[in-house]
């Protein structure tokens, strides 16, 4: 017999948050125009409810496949808001998904949803639906937060390491800082990378036995 839950219950959305730094300036978010009530023609972050029967991993990458044309992202939980005026449709909690790279799998397209999609400047995005100026805020603090205690780009350089210069770079554009070799040095006394063949390869620790869990998103 089936059993049936007396009690009023949230909704679970999932939302999508796309990084693309080019040529390793300061990254630009993936942003979609709605083409559909609450907040028709309003910007927002790629995403939609969670069906019954996936993950919530799952359904960030199966959202954000629909809405931009762009599969398989290296998505990673970052935080849920659950503020109970965040969404006009009823009560809902949110799980943000995240990811940092530097291209593409392919050309992104706006499609079910997504009236439009665009590359938008964290520091100045556009008129946001639901919470979601409020999510780029904290995603904002998280990869500043990231780039100056820990290490960034991992899904950019994860595979043939990165040189010295570019380390640097990627980092000092993030933080809006000049960076010396010091930064570095830090960053091995801490094995959160080593040098090989004069090239950086990243260490990320991991910290959970959790597939879909990093502690370091970006």
Not at 69 to 80: A, G, R, W, Y
Not at 144 to 154: D, E
Not at 165 to 184: A, P, Q, R, V
Not at 185 to 213: G, H
Request: net charge negative.
């Amino acid at each position: 017999m089936s059993y049936c839950y007396e009690y009023p219950r949230a909704s679970i959305t999932l939302d999508a948050v796309v990084l693309k730094s080019e040529n390793l300036e300061f990254p630009k978010v993936l942003l979609i125009k709605r083409l559909n009530p609450p907040f028709k023609g309003l910007w927002a972050l790629p995403g939609g409810f969670m069906e019954m029967e996936e993950t919530a991993l799952h359904g960030a990458k199966r959202e954000l496949e629909e809405e931009t044309s762009l599969p398989d992202m290296p998505l990673k939980p970052i935080f849920s808001c659950s503020e109970p005026e965040r969404d006009p449709r009823g009560r809902t909690l949110t799980v943000v998904f995240g990811c940092l790279t530097d291209k593409l799998p392919c050309p992104p397209a706006a499609a079910d949803d997504a009236a439009e999609l665009g590359f938008f400047s964290l520091m100045s995005p556009p008129e946001m639906a639901f919470d979601h100026a409020r999510v780029l805020d904290e995603i904002k603090a998280s990869l500043l937060w990231q780039a100056k205690y820990a290490i960034i780009g991992q899904d950019i350089f994860k595979h043939s390491g990165v040189s010295k210069k570019d380390f640097l770079t990627l980092h000092s554009n993030i933080l809006g800082e000049n960076l010396l070799d010091d930064f570095i040095e830090e960053k091995l006394s801490k094995d959160l990378i080593e040098l090989r063949d004069e090239k950086l390869f990243y260490k990320t620790p991991s910290a959970s036995n959790f597939p879909d869990w990093s502690p370091l998103i970006w």
